[in-house]
């Protein structure tokens, strides 16, 4: 424990909003907080030192992934995931349970455990709450997920219950098995949509919340206006000396509406992915390059951003890059996307500072065009 600490260092005095401190082996964070997600120990298009150059605190690894490839074992043979992909700040691994259930074409569930098929080559794999602890120990992120079952939307309320009481025996054997006090252990809210069940959830894992906990099991295709609804009804349970983390949460208008809804920590692979595709968050809304009204536009993606793509470069040359398949264009607007967002949080900080994000929530929507 000496290792981690969190504490609050200013609230909102209109919405459950914070501002906080998450004390780690690798680093101080200050939250609320976007974390870039790096699912095979890379961002991808994203190099390690233009991570620092946009502000990132912390980014998230896949266990799963590196389950798989390059393999537990190799990377700790390695020194860890940081040495391993030279990245010397804080880390948190999810605990593979999520894509296990939504990668493998074939998977059963047991109270033991899930035995999966692998997405790669379809070999067979079996893992167990203590299976994915032991590698994450290997891994050696500083921050470690317990293993959960994530049950789909539209499940009955029976296997929603059944899914919830497998996932908190889960956690006490995660919880058992896990030993190292450099890494700190989150245990994961499940309870699907059944409001019930979310509380229940909420209450059962605290006594293994040392430091923070997560949120998981939205942002799955749900509506919006659901996902919000179960984050109201939490937050004022929440404990106010834990870090709130929301698993897979990353479009602008749902980081504002977390924020204001308590949450301390958000993750997603949404900014890097439509940085591929060619779409950019923006301060006045996405913004798709390679459509061709921007053909002879000359001017910034952004004006009001700081990173190096909006400095350097125009619209047209996006649209290029894109339409002539050059792999700079996923890499210019990768950095974007996710400065916007780390930028963002900066802002959505200042606001609370200021006792104005209220104000700044009605700002951010009549500029941006998302729909609240």
Same mark, same amino acid.
């Given at each position: 424990?000496e290792n981690?600490s969190f504490?609050?260092?200013?609230?909102?005095t209109?919405t459950?909003?914070r501002?906080?401190?998450?004390?780690?082996p690798?680093?101080?964070?200050?939250?609320?907080v976007?974390?870039? &997600?790096?699912?095979?120990?890379?961002?991808k298009?994203v190099?390690p030192?233009?991570?620092?150059?946009?502000g990132?605190q912390?980014?998230? +690894?896949?266990?799963?992934h590196?389950?798989?490839?390059?393999? $537990?074992?190799? &990377?700790?043979? $390695?020194?860890?995931i940081?040495?391993?992909?030279?990245?010397?700040?804080p880390?948190?691994?999810d605990? @593979?349970?999520?894509q296990?259930?939504s990668?493998?074409?074939?998977?059963?569930?047991?109270?033991e @455990?899930v035995?999966?098929?692998?997405?790669?080559?379809?070999t067979?794999?079996?893992?167990?709450?203590?299976?994915?602890?032991? &590698?994450?120990?290997k891994?050696?992120a500083?921050?470690?997920?317990?293993?959960?079952? !994530?049950?789909?939307?539209?499940v009955s309320?029976e296997?929603?219950?059944?899914?919830?009481?497998?996932t908190?025996?889960?956690?006490?054997?995660?919880?058992?098995?896990?030993?190292?006090?450099?890494?700190?252990l989150?245990?994961i809210?499940?309870?699907?949509?059944?409001?019930?069940?979310?509380l229940?959830?909420?209450?059962?894992?605290l006594?293994?919340?040392?430091?923070?906990?997560?949120?998981?099991?939205l942002? &799955?295709?749900?509506?919006k206006?659901r996902?919000y609804?179960i984050?109201?009804l939490l937050a004022?349970k929440?404990?106010?000396d834990k $870090?709130?983390y929301l698993? @897979?949460v990353?479009?602008?208008d749902?980081l504002?509406e977390?924020?204001?809804?308590g949450?301390?920590?958000?993750? !997603?692979?949404l900014p890097?992915r439509?940085?591929?595709?060619?779409?950019?968050f923006?301060?006045?809304g996405?913004?798709v390059?390679?459509?061709g009204?921007?053909?002879?536009?000359?001017?910034?993606?952004?004006p009001?951003?700081?990173?190096?793509? !909006?400095?350097?470069?125009?619209?047209?040359?996006?649209?290029?890059l894109?339409n002539v398949d050059?792999?700079?264009?996923?890499?210019?607007?990768?950095?974007? +996307?996710?400065?916007?967002l780390?930028h963002?949080?900066?802002d959505?900080?200042?606001?609370i500072?200021?006792?104005r994000?209220?104000?700044f929530?009605?700002?951010?929507?009549?500029?941006?065009?998302?729909?609240?």
């Amino acid at each position: 424990m000496e290792n981690f600490s969190f504490k609050v260092k200013q609230k909102d005095t209109k919405t459950f909003a914070r501002i906080g401190e998450l004390k780690t082996p690798h680093g101080v964070i200050e939250t609320p907080v976007f974390m870039p &997600v790096g699912t095979r120990s890379t961002v991808k298009a994203v190099e390690p030192r233009e991570l620092d150059e946009i502000g990132a605190q912390i980014i998230l +690894n896949n266990t799963y992934h590196l389950y798989l490839r390059p393999g $537990a074992d190799i &990377v700790e043979k $390695a020194g860890g995931i940081h040495k391993f992909m030279n990245y010397p700040h804080p880390m948190l691994t999810d605990s @593979g349970g999520f894509q296990v259930f939504s990668l493998s074409d074939l998977n059963k569930i047991t109270d033991e @455990g899930v035995e999966f098929k692998s997405h790669l080559d379809g070999t067979i794999h079996f893992f167990t709450p203590e299976k994915s602890i032991e &590698v994450q120990n290997k891994l050696g992120a500083d921050i470690i997920m317990a293993f959960d079952e !994530c049950s789909n939307p539209g499940v009955s309320y029976e296997y929603a219950r059944k899914a919830l009481e497998r996932t908190q025996n889960w956690l006490v054997r995660c919880y058992n098995y896990h030993k190292r006090s450099d890494q700190m252990l989150f245990p994961i809210v499940q309870g699907n949509f059944f409001d019930d069940l979310r509380l229940k959830a909420l209450e059962g894992i605290l006594p293994y919340a040392k430091v923070g906990f997560s949120i998981g099991g939205l942002s &799955v295709g749900e509506p919006k206006k659901r996902m919000y609804e179960i984050l109201d009804l939490l937050a004022p349970k929440y404990p106010e000396d834990k $870090a709130r983390y929301l698993m @897979g949460v990353g479009s602008p208008d749902c980081l504002v509406e977390g924020v204001i809804r308590g949450i301390d920590m958000f993750d !997603c692979v949404l900014p890097t992915r439509i940085a591929r595709n060619g779409t950019a968050f923006t301060s006045q809304g996405k913004i798709v390059v390679k459509n061709g009204k921007y053909k002879e536009d000359f001017t910034t993606l952004d004006p009001e951003c700081d990173c190096y793509c !909006c400095k350097n470069f125009t619209k047209a040359y996006l649209r290029h890059l894109f339409n002539v398949d050059e792999i700079l264009g996923s890499q210019l607007l990768s950095i974007h +996307n996710l400065r916007y967002l780390i930028h963002l949080m900066e802002d959505i900080k200042q606001a609370i500072r200021e006792d104005r994000l209220l104000k700044f929530r009605e700002e951010f929507y009549k500029k941006t065009g998302y729909d609240k």
